[in-house]
């Protein structure tokens, strides 16, 4: 049956032992996750208690490329605005991205959509001058290919063509179109 309160206070006493309170906002991981590892200023929170840290193996890469994996319908507009900022709006886009923490939160936000891979070089960094003549293969290597040719061999290609063109038994343009015509209309 229903009791009847004399004063507030007592019905504010007995209420507060019925009513729990939900907190909604976000938790702090240092409460959450409490097995974690430090190493180089990094927590690791393995899955394994067994499982070991790997080494870190000389500086980090200072570029990744980064390839989108599933399509862009359906996505949340925040999704999208990143994609977007990266340069991976397109279908089969890929971008070169710095490693800096920026750039990082960005691709951590979608990690879920892309592929990241760390840009290695084979044997140096390329040079402003060895723009030209790099190029990027899907595992993240890039490539400088480098042509080593003495001035002899360039001097000596050189004289070659301007004797071929100033030769006097060389065929002309209009030579060779007649030429080609009567090969068309004649076969055989």
Avoid at 13 to 22: A, D, H, M, P
Avoid at 126 to 149: H, M, Y
Avoid at 161 to 184: C, F, P, Q, Y
Wanted: glycine residues 6%.
């Amino acid at each position: 049956m229903l009791k009847v309160f004399q004063s507030t206070s007592a019905l504010g006493q007995q209420l507060k032992g019925l009513v729990t309170v939900r907190h909604y906002g976000k938790p702090n991981k240092k409460f959450l996750y409490k097995d974690g590892i430090l190493k180089d200023q990094i927590y690791y929170y393995p899955r394994d208690n067994n499982r070991e840290i790997p080494q870190l193996e000389g500086e980090p890469s200072k570029l990744f490329s980064v390839r989108r994996l599933k399509p862009i319908k359906g996505l949340p507009y925040w999704e999208k605005r990143i994609l977007r900022g990266l340069g991976l709006y397109e279908k089969n886009a890929v971008a070169v991205v710095k490693n800096i923490p920026e750039n990082n939160a960005r691709l951590w936000k979608v990690k879920h959509l892309v592929e990241i891979l760390p840009i290695t070089y084979k044997y140096d960094e390329p040079t402003w001058a060895d723009i030209e003549s790099t190029f990027l293969k899907e595992d993240g290597e890039c490539v400088v290919i480098r042509k080593l040719q003495t001035i002899e061999d360039a001097n000596s290609k050189l004289t070659a063509a301007e004797e071929i063109r100033n030769a006097e038994n060389r065929m002309v343009g209009e030579t060779l179109r007649k030429d080609s015509r009567l090969r068309w209309l004649n076969p055989w």
